[in-house]
Structures are given as structure tokens and as C-alpha cells.
């Protein structure tokens, strides 16, 4: 369950920041940058903060 909402909440966040990009301002593209090279690091280091935060909520595995 807590992978199906990181993935959703890093996609959320992508498709967010591309919009307000296009709409509001191109530094928002940051954010999108932000969350790949969060997804990267926990890709190679097999942590990541969004599943500790879910553990502590009580999200089952």
C-alpha cells in the first residue's frame, strides 16, 4: 500500500509542477527535478523520508 502512494504522490507532484510551469512560472519545473532526484536516490539507496512519514501515520505495507 505505502508504494502505491509514493508512486502517487511523486506523480501528483510531477504533473502539478509541469502545470504551474506552463501557467505560473518555469521555476516550477524545479519541483519535478526535486521529486526525480528524490525517486533516484531511493532507488539506489533503499530509503525514502515519503515512507518513513507513512510508517509513523500507521499506512499498512
Same mark, same amino acid.
Given at each position: 500500500?505505502q508504494?502505491?502512494?509514493?508512486?502517487?504522490?511523486?506523480?501528483? !507532484?510531477?504533473?502539478?509542477?509541469? !502545470?504551474?510551469?506552463?501557467?505560473?512560472?518555469?521555476? =516550477?519545473?524545479?519541483?519535478?527535478?526535486?521529486?526525480?532526484?528524490?525517486?533516484?536516490?531511493?532507488?539506489?539507496?533503499? =530509503?525514502c523520508?515519503?515512507?518513513?512519514?507513512?510508517?509513523? !501515520?500507521?499506512?499498512p505495507?
Amino acid at each position: 500500500m505505502q508504494e502505491r502512494i509514493v508512486r502517487a504522490v511523486a506523480g501528483t !507532484l510531477v504533473l502539478i509542477s509541469v !502545470l504551474l510551469s506552463i501557467y505560473v512560472n518555469v521555476n =516550477w519545473l524545479f519541483l519535478a527535478g526535486f521529486v526525480g532526484v528524490n525517486l533516484i536516490q531511493s532507488s539506489l539507496t533503499k =530509503w525514502c523520508l515519503m515512507t518513513d512519514i507513512l510508517c509513523k !501515520l500507521g499506512v499498512p505495507k
